[in-house]
């Protein structure tokens, strides 16, 4: 099912459930984890979070961001950990610096407008050396977790990254940077380029610093015309795929159900789905080249205990087994926490 | 290809190329028009908006309604008009008032949040009859256009109406509107019961005001999972569209590429598509039972008139020449008038 033997080999002797999944390889039950796990649904983050000015000074605090990565791997018991962090460190990193917002999300005071604009911006491991913060939490997770779980290190896809840099914050529409696509082809793959030289630097600095598996995030891949998704997003995520063959990786492109055949065709092992794919669509879209993980629309987790159980087991029933559960996006803050218990004990028993 | 005799004899007589297609009768040329072409895209609309303190007093002023709905007729050559109008005086209507502020979109100060919230509002012809200035409105169209164009009458369809009701404003994921389907199924059912029932009398007095055609506007279908679609959607929109045999009916359901084959299932006429779609995804899962509208990403219109007259070609051809021609969402307000011209202008060489 997999293209690296050598992920193949490594996994198969793993003793963890979440890595012989990814790597294709029969479980006894499907592992579960669930993406934005470390996060406000949980009172201990909270409690975490509030030591802090703003959500940059505790992002670029290793301590904290160990601690908040393995909050939900002890109160939730889920298979995996993610490293607490943002996809925006990298834009940061190479020269564009942005605000958090409290209930609001990012904003970047300054944007990319022009080629003067990009060739300023520092790419690759110049970079990424200044995500050092990551790699260090990164480090004191891995050593705190003791092998309990495998750890998931991640970035934004270039497209992604691309649209933030460019829109300055979230966007209905994104017209802004899907106009740029349009009017300056050229200057947006410099920029497309700069980025994924800088995410492969990054993600090489993660595996060093012990992510056992990357996931990419491509969450405004919806945006995208089919055309400009194929011409814009997937070679640069088949270019990131390519340059680090030795651990397994995961693509999740939100909203793309139309570029499921060709990510099938790239050199990652998992794709993430959102909660609109049905996993027979999936399935066939993927034909069965890739593991699917997903993806349980997160509203569900608001409903009562039989309703979760219910929902849950449909979607397990619809995978046949062999999958990688989660939700189809990041759990929303506000979802009671008796909910994503239900939710990852239905997986478990 | 449609299941009304009576609109497709109707159809046949009209010398209108908007309406003969969207019948499934063949044309000379596909027609084209742009959702949102009375707007801001225009000088001359930007000068009767200032006239206004709001927006609402805008939309309140029939004749004001009327000169905006024909200035895209008159400067664009479009072969259709759809009357200049929100699909929250529908809420409004029911009791649920709203504020448009500038830039950033609609707001309801109340929500709905209760069995009592959803009791106190008007349904049906008690709510349509407050929105008399529509009528007039259409009325004053109808006679200025003097049968140059055909005018499409249009309404939110219900789980869109009901997202803006629950949530109280656009969203990035609508959780708290979702989050009613899953908690509150049966109070969800009655609300999109009383939004039906009001939409259905609202669009029967469109008709008799002289619209030729109905959009229903599903803005937010993508938001939801494939079986809450089916459930909380699809079944209000056949109750519309049977309880209006009389005049055909485009269906636009942006981001449900999941729900088109049931879409293809409603006695309506005309689906309309998003730039996600490709025209030969859309044909298979419509199984050739609709005439298709749709779907350049509006922002090819920023680009160079090359560019433009290229992809608009390009779409032509992957449609076949047997559709009605549009953008895949509502013209961004910024996109520059000439860009929209070469778009009309290639459609009519």
Redesign the interface.
């Known amino acids: 099912m997999i293209e690296s033997s050598g992920i193949l080999s490594a996994a198969n002797e793993s003793k963890h459930l979440f890595l012989r999944a990814a790597a294709g390889v029969a479980t006894e039950r499907p592992p579960v984890w669930l993406m934005r796990q470390a996060g406000r649904i949980l009172p201990q983050y909270r409690a975490l979070r509030s030591r802090f000015p703003d959500f940059k000074a505790f992002v670029k605090t290793p301590e904290a961001s160990a601690e908040a990565t393995i909050q939900p791997v002890d109160e939730l018991g889920v298979d995996a950990a993610i490293i607490f962090s943002d996809i925006l460190v990298v834009p940061e990193a190479m020269g564009l610096d942005y605000e958090m917002i409290e209930a609001k999300g990012p904003r970047f005071p300054k944007v990319i407008e022009n080629q003067g604009d990009v060739s300023a911006l520092l790419s690759g491991e110049a970079a990424a050396i200044q995500l050092s913060y990551v790699y260090e939490a990164l480090k004191i997770t891995k050593r705190e977790l003791a092998d309990r779980v495998p750890l998931i290190g991640f970035a934004g896809a270039p497209w992604t990254i691309f649209a933030y840099m460019i829109e300055g914050s ?1 966007s ?2 994104f ?1 802004k940077a ?2 740029m ?3 300056e082809p050229h200057l947006s793959h410099t920029l497309l380029q700069k980025i994924t030289d800088t995410t492969i630097a990054y993600l090489r600095g993660q595996v060093q610093a012990g992510a056992d598996l990357l996931q990419l995030f491509d969450s405004w891949a ?1 945006e ?3 055309a ?1 998704y194929r011409a814009f997003a997937v070679p640069y995520l088949r270019q990131i795929c390519e340059a680090l063959p030795d651990v397994p990786k995961t693509i999740f492109a939100k ?1 793309a ?2 570029a499921l055949e060709d990510i099938a065709d790239l050199p990652c092992q998992v794709i993430g789905l959102d ?4 996993p027979e ?1 999936a399935k066939q879209a993927t034909g069965g080249k890739k593991v699917l993980q997903g993806n349980l ?4 987790l ?3 205990a039989a ?1 979760i159980k219910k929902e849950t087991k449909k979607m397990l029933n619809a995978f046949g087994g062999h999958h990688i559960v989660n939700l ?2 990041g759990v ?1 803050p ?1 979802t009671p926490l008796d909910g994503v218990r239900v939710f990852v004990e239905t997986v478990k028993e």
């Open positions: 979230g209905k529409t017209s899907r106009r696509l349009y009017v919806g995208l015309p089919p400009h909203g159900w139309f909660w609109n794919i049905t669509f629309d997160p509203c569900t608001y409903a009562d309703t189809g996006h929303y506000d």
